[in-house]
Each structure stands twice: as structure tokens, then as C-alpha cells.
């Protein structure tokens, strides 16, 4: 199965009820069975069977957005009650906007302009492969729980012939359990040089006006 990220848009801004369900099981056909965690901030309906978890925020309750995670490397341990999600499905990104643009580095430079095409995101698709099809992030960071993250907002995509615009957040979990000395003697940019071929951990697809 194959999910269009673009097809996730019309979810977005919608309340709990049987109008999103319907639009979630059209774009994610599949067991709709969810989990429902609560708290002070947010609520959470984690489809642990689809790969993914709807997050929803307050005054008034609306779907903010939609994370998808990558299966962890290393299978979980037989002692852990924790639900595991799903396998992802082969994630497709169709551009609405034929090529990369990136911005001049120094003053005077021309734009840099590459041919964009469609990306499917499988299981072992890097965020260097991301990178180059979504061009330079709108944000990024590196540190704490989050890990390595990178932000793309908007991003304009094509669903049902219609352009439609969403945030794109990637983040990328480190495979090794610990940097080499060398790597640690680098900081940061060892960092970002190590992650550019990292498999991709989650995608959180929002609405680009939310704040995050």
C-alpha cells in the first residue's frame, strides 16, 4: 500500500467524529481501532495497526496533525508491553512545484534551481533523500528527546489533481548506540554529517499555520 502524504491535507482542521473517520479510512484503509491518550495540551488517537497517531488540540478540539513512524531497527524486547506500531506504508510525496529552489548562500549568487520529482518514502529512505527532494528546511534542530529534526513549511503537494499545502517535520533517530570519539570531537556538524544517512524515524504532516 502506498499513502499520499497530500491525501492526509483534507483531514487536517477537522474534529473527532464520523467525517474524519471516513477521510482517514479512505486515505489509510486498514483496522481504524485507536488508542486514545489524553492530556492537558493535546489528545492523542495512536492507530497503532496503521503506522500512525492523530494528534488533536483544544478550544476547539481539531486534528493538528499527523505523525507516521518507521519500524525500529531493532525488534522490541519480549518483556515490553508497550503497543508497537505497524510497519509504514510506502509514503508518497507528489510536488506540486516542478523544482528545487535554493536561495543564494552569498550576495550577488544566483539561485540554484534542480528538477523535483515525485518521492516515495520506504522503510529505508534517508534523510538525505528527503533533504534533496524537499530542498533546504524551513527549520532544524539537533539535541534532547527530539533527536536530529528537520522543518519544511509549506510545502505544496497535488491530491486528486488539486494543489493543497502542508508543514512536513522529519525526524531522524541515530542507528548506532553511540558516536565514535572522533564523531563527538566534531559536535554539531558531526552531527548533521552522520544524519544525512540516517533512516528516517517519523513524519509529521500539520497545517502550516499551527505553531510548532
Not at 26 to 47: C, F, I, L, M, S
Not at 109 to 133: F, H, N, S
Not at 151 to 158: D, I, Q, R
Amino acid at each position: 500500500m502506498t499513502l499520499s502524504l497530500g491525501d492526509l491535507s483534507p483531514l487536517l482542521g477537522l474534529p473527532p467524529g464520523p467525517e474524519l473517520s471516513a477521510a482517514l479510512e479512505r486515505a489509510v484503509p486498514g483496522p481504524q481501532e485507536y488508542e486514545d491518550k489524553a492530556y492537558p495540551d493535546a489528545t492523542y488517537h495512536n492507530y497503532y495497526s496503521l503506522g500512525l497517531s492523530l494528534c488533536f488540540i483544544p478550544s476547539p478540539l481539531r486534528l493538528d496533525s499527523i505523525d507516521i513512524f518507521n519500524t525500529p531497527s531493532k525488534p522490541p524486547r519480549a518483556s515490553s508491553t508497550k503497543p508497537q506500531y505497524a510497519p509504514p506504508p510506502s509514503l508518497q510525496l507528489a510536488f506540486a512545484e516542478p523544482e528545487v529552489v535554493l536561495s543564494p548562500r552569498k550576495e550577488g549568487e544566483k539561485e540554484m534551481r534542480y528538477p523535483r520529482p515525485d518521492l516515495t518514502v520506504k522503510q529505508e529512505t534517508t534523510g538525505r533523500d528527503i533533504v534533496r527532494a524537499l530542498g533546504e528546511p524551513s527549520r532544524k534542530g539537533a539535541g534532547g528527546w527530539v533527536g536530529v529534526w528537520l522543518e519544511w513549511s509549506p510545502v505544496a503537494l497535488v491530491t486528486a489533481g488539486e494543489r493543497v499545502e502542508v508543514g512536513i517535520m522529519l525526524e531522524l533517530t541515530d542507528p548506532k548506540a553511540e558516536p565514535s570519539s572522533e564523531e563527538k570531537a566534531r559536535g554539531v556538524g558531526g552531527v548533521w554529517d552522520r544524519a544525512a544517512g540516517w533512516p528516517w524515524a517519523s513524519i509529521k504532516v500539520f497545517r502550516p499555520t499551527a505553531k510548532k
